[in-house]
């Protein structure tokens, strides 16, 4: 039965209508998961196989299983003594944790074994195990990259049983798959209730409602974010710190603004979910914090004069020592017709909306401005108006 809960207020589609992230989908093995008509992912239950694919990749943790809690899993496995993670022990599927999960998990452990035994020839390998294969190998360079002397180790732990005996708890194993079953005869007609529900073919859509939108304004960062953060301070900063290129890094990047094309019209830090773009009181500045950046590319879909770069670098010093950097700064004065502020960009004295009232009164006047006198245009009989 599925168990896959989706949560719409921390869907970065909910942010803006622009928003192209198709991570859910592009993951889901059994391709259940379509975007709708109402922009949001929508996916069949009877379908889905709770892999968790979905989960690893959401830039915003949009995505949970009732069964399986990410973050649960890295504070309880971080205590254990067994280095392993396996779909037969401890996770749904390895793609239930994200890459920055991995990351965290491989500085707090001693040792970390990821078991891809189990991958080939599993029904749902196709994109599953690929992707398991690309975040060990982003999570191995990063940490390569940042000096530490940790690395995940890929085991194919099917072809190693005494592998297993040696690095599996069978208690572990044990407690696991009792969770993910039915604990006694008094939770049989609950579960069952659940399976009836879980097992319908109609398609599972969501929307957006009061409650949700007040969700949406308050903005956070994922806890995979926090874990990750929590877990490279212990780590302590490197001796040297290094720079890796923007594509080798896939949940956080660094910005510039194009500020030539740029209308300070406030959108990409009023979508952003996590609050990594902001401005100052005056919103005559952009600033940008990386460590509160999903790289969910929100702002970059709704920046209608595509003015939001990536930088083609990124910094790792950025990970030990958040920095809050100004992307651009804007005149903002008060319009000399209706008082409000609003941005000058070419020394413009009343604001847009005044503009465009003035146009609408020339043309229905039928006037015309030249050289600070306001006159009826040529041709008519009537008077000039000094």
Same mark, same amino acid.
């Given at each position: 039965?599925?168990?896959?809960?989706?949560?719409?207020?921390?869907?970065?589609?909910?942010?803006?209508?622009?928003?192209?992230?198709?991570?859910?989908?592009?993951?889901?093995?059994?391709?259940?998961?379509?975007?709708?008509?109402?922009?949001?992912?929508?996916?069949?239950?009877?379908?889905?196989?709770?892999?968790?694919?979905?989960?690893?990749?959401?830039?915003?943790?949009?995505?949970?299983?009732?069964?399986?809690?990410?973050?649960?899993?890295?504070?309880?496995?971080?205590?254990?003594?067994?280095?392993?993670?396996?779909?037969?022990?401890?996770?749904?599927?390895?793609?239930?944790?994200?890459?920055?999960?991995?990351?965290?998990?491989?500085?707090?452990?001693?040792?970390?074994?990821?078991?891809?035994?189990?991958?080939?020839?599993?029904?749902?390998?196709?994109?599953?195990?690929?992707?398991?294969?690309?975040?060990?190998?982003?999570?191995?360079?990063?940490?390569?990259?940042?000096?530490?002397?940790?690395? $995940?180790?890929?085991? @194919? %732990?099917?072809?190693? =049983?005494?592998?297993?005996?040696?690095?599996? #708890?069978?208690? !572990?194993? *044990?407690?696991?798959?009792?969770?993910?079953?039915?604990?006694?005869?008094?939770?049989?007609?609950?579960?069952?209730?659940?399976?009836?529900?879980?097992?319908?073919?109609? $398609?599972?859509?969501? @929307? %957006?409602?009061?409650? =949700?939108?007040?969700?949406?304004?308050?903005? #956070?960062?994922? !806890?995979? *974010?926090?874990?990750?953060?929590?877990?490279?301070?212990?780590?302590?900063?490197?001796?040297?710190?290094?720079?890796?290129?923007?594509?080798?890094?896939?949940?956080?990047?660094?910005?510039?603004? @194009?500020?030539?094309?740029?209308?300070?019209?406030?959108?990409?830090?009023?979508?952003?979910?996590?609050?990594?773009?902001?401005?100052?009181?005056?919103?005559?500045?952009?600033?940008?914090?990386?460590?509160?950046?999903?790289?969910?590319?929100?702002?970059?879909?709704?920046?209608?004069?595509?003015?939001?770069?990536?930088?083609?670098?990124?910094?790792?010093?950025?990970?030990?020592?958040?920095?809050?950097?100004?992307?651009?700064?804007?005149?903002?004065?008060?319009?000399?017709?209706?008082?409000?502020?609003?941005?000058?960009?070419?020394?413009?004295?009343?604001?847009?909306?005044?503009?465009?009232?003035?146009?609408?009164?020339?043309?229905?006047?039928?006037?015309?401005?030249?050289?600070?006198?306001?006159?009826?245009?040529?041709?008519?009989?009537?008077?000039?108006?000094?």
């Amino acid at each position: 039965m599925s168990t896959l809960i989706f949560n719409p207020s921390e869907c970065v589609r909910s942010v803006t209508k622009f928003s192209d992230c198709t991570k859910c989908v592009d993951i889901c093995p059994v391709d259940t998961l379509k975007i709708s008509d109402n922009n949001l992912p929508a996916y069949t239950p009877s379908v889905c196989v709770d892999c968790g694919g979905c989960m690893g990749v959401c830039p915003s943790e949009s995505f949970k299983l009732k069964d399986f809690d990410a973050t649960e899993f890295f504070f309880g496995f971080a205590t254990e003594a067994s280095p392993l993670i396996s779909c037969r022990v401890n996770v749904p599927c390895v793609m239930a944790l994200s890459t920055e999960h991995l990351i965290a998990l491989a500085l707090v452990k001693e040792k970390l074994i990821v078991d891809i035994g189990h991958c080939r020839g599993c029904p749902y390998e196709d994109p599953l195990y690929v992707n398991i294969l690309k975040s060990v190998e982003e999570a191995n360079h990063l940490l390569e990259a940042i000096g530490s002397d940790k690395t $995940i180790e890929l085991k @194919d %732990i099917a072809a190693q =049983e005494q592998g297993v005996q040696e690095s599996v #708890d069978q208690n !572990d194993r *044990r407690a696991f798959l009792e969770r993910l079953s039915i604990k006694g005869a008094i939770q049989v007609k609950a579960q069952f209730e659940a399976t009836l529900e879980s097992v319908s073919d109609e $398609i599972k859509e969501f @929307d %957006i409602g009061l409650a =949700e939108i007040a969700k949406i304004r308050k903005k #956070d960062i994922p !806890d995979k *974010r926090k874990i990750l953060f929590a877990a490279l301070k212990r780590a302590g900063k490197p001796e040297t710190y290094h720079v890796v290129a923007e594509g080798d890094l896939s949940f956080a990047s660094q910005k510039f603004i @194009d500020q030539d094309t740029c209308t300070n019209c406030q959108m990409c830090y009023r979508i952003c979910p996590t609050g990594a773009l902001s401005p100052d009181a005056k919103n005559s500045k952009i600033y940008f914090d990386t460590m509160l950046c999903i790289k969910c590319k929100a702002c970059h879909d709704t920046c209608e004069p595509d003015s939001i770069k990536l930088q083609p670098t990124f910094e790792l010093k950025e990970f030990f020592e958040p920095n809050q950097r100004l992307l651009a700064s804007f005149k903002v004065i008060r319009c000399d017709e209706c008082g409000i502020h609003f941005t000058s960009l070419n020394g413009e004295r009343i604001c847009s909306r005044c503009s465009v009232e003035e146009e609408e009164v020339y043309d229905l006047w039928n006037l015309e401005e030249e050289s600070g006198i306001v006159a009826f245009k040529k041709g008519d009989d009537k008077e000039e108006i000094l």
